[in-house]
């Protein structure tokens, strides 16, 4: 089959309308019936039913709308990547919601200008439904997914962040004044709960403003909380799904700028990693010296603020080192 085949056969798909379907492709209708006719003698199949008043999907015709509209989709993309890949100043495009990259851009990009194989960082501020469909057409190489809200069949993937949930009801809400929820608790609300129901809505500011009116109850990856209007109320799930901040770019794709971004990442999130669990360990070794030291030494509050550092006053400081793992997208050249 020609690609020039499967874009006559989409058309009429969408159209259900031969005669629509050749004043979209800007060509007459008999050259696309006679087309579309060639393309099931050699298939061998029938793909449209002509028999009522109006043509409609044949089985054989449903499976290859579905296939033609990978395969178009795909030629599309292959297009526009090719002409990206061939400017003069090579960029790398970065697509997120706002508020969707976990709190972790604003180090990444900072280390990112040290990798040897940076580029320029164009980013691409984008509703939910659009990071997806940046990276299937070509027109974003790499974006900030959130799973399991999103799909992530046909990317490769490394995950950044887990964050837990919270449920965000205005302030006259029972719940919210309280510490935490459950969801069987959120169930049981007399207000509808998202996204269990109305799963179709996708826009943020929509979705809040029903939140705002007392129709909704949005539960949501606690990162919202960063960017959460005055009106509102966040309150954690405990039991609530988590929720998974990865960086997502197409399978198969080779490029060290891509490569070197997804590295810088991971190495920062181990960073980040290694200093909360050296902050953490630090804490515990306060609480359980306090009590044990010879009199006159004490152990300095600094331990809570650096990556396993701590101090003795009378004494000097330690450090714990720490390390990252990655693993790269496709390696190779590009």
């Not at 990798?115 to 320029?120: I, L, T």
């Not at 998974?244 to 590295?263: D, Y």
């Not at 509050?301 to 101090?311: D, E, I």
């Amino acid at each position: 089959m020609e690609t020039r085949e499967l874009a006559y056969f989409a058309a009429v798909a969408e159209e259900l309308h031969f005669g629509r379907a050749a004043a979209r492709l800007g060509m007459a209708q008999p050259p696309l019936s006679r087309a579309i006719q060639k393309l099931e003698r050699r298939l061998g199949v029938t793909l449209f039913d002509r028999s009522g008043r109006r043509i409609s999907l044949t089985p054989a015709g449903e499976v290859l709308a579905r296939e033609a509209a990978k395969v178009l989709d795909a030629v599309a993309a292959a297009t526009v990547r090719t002409q990206r890949a061939g400017r003069a100043v090579p960029r790398l495009v970065v697509a997120m919601k706002a508020g969707g990259d976990g709190g972790l851009l604003p180090e990444i990009l900072a280390a990112y200008r040290a990798h040897p194989d940076a580029v320029e960082v164009d980013l691409v501020l984008c509703a939910v439904t659009e990071r997806a469909r940046m990276l299937r057409d070509g027109t974003a190489d790499v974006a900030f997914l959130h799973s399991p809200y999103e799909d992530l069949a046909g990317f490769d993937s490394e995950p950044l962040r887990e964050e837990g949930s919270v449920a965000i009801v205005p302030p006259g809400h029972r719940l919210s004044g309280r510490p935490f929820v459950r969801l069987a608790e959120l169930e049981e609300d007399s207000t509808p709960c998202w996204p269990g129901q109305r799963p179709e809505l996708h826009d943020p500011s929509m979705l809040m403003q029903l939140v705002a009116l007392g129709r909704l109850i949005a539960v949501v990856p606690e990162s919202v909380r960063d960017h959460l209007r005055r009106d509102l109320v966040c309150v954690p799930v405990l039991d609530g799904a988590p929720t998974t901040v990865v960086l997502a770019w197409p399978e198969g794709v080779r490029s060290r700028a891509l490569a070197g971004f997804v590295h810088t990442a991971t190495t920062v999130v181990a960073r980040n990693l290694a200093a909360a669990d050296g902050d953490h360990l630090g804490k515990t070794a306060i609480e359980e010296l306090s009590g044990s030291l010879p009199s006159g030494i004490s152990v300095s509050r600094s331990m809570q603020t650096g990556v396993g550092r701590h101090a003795v006053e009378r004494g000097g400081e330690g450090g714990v080192p720490g390390g990252a793992a990655h693993r790269e997208p496709g390696g190779g050249d590009g």
